[in-house]
């Protein structure tokens, strides 16, 4: 199971890193000034670092278990009420 959970945080962070490093790709590919381009690119390192945090937080609230103990669980008696 939690190899699954592994999996499901790494595509997470695969694909959020693909999309920062296509991002700053078209960047430095598009005609413009040096300084133009290094005040984008610095910009687009503020915004990257937090949406990566932010991502990271979302993939590990996601992947972390919901109960924290097996209190809950139902064990066929006759009612909870």
């Known amino acids: 199971m939690s190899s699954n959970n592994n999996n499901a945080a790494a ?12 991002a700053a790709a078209a960047l430095l590919l598009t005609p413009a000034s040096g300084r133009e381009i290094r005040c984008k690119l610095s910009d687009l ?4 670092s937090e949406k990566m945090k932010r991502l990271a937080r979302e993939a ?16 066929g008696g006759d009612a909870w009420i």
């Open 11 to 22: 595509a997470v962070i695969a694909f959020a890193s693909g999309a920062v490093i296509g």
């Open 45 to 48: 390192g503020e915004t990257a």
């Open 60 to 75: 590990k609230f996601k992947v972390t278990s919901k109960t924290k103990s097996a209190d809950y669980e139902y064990d």
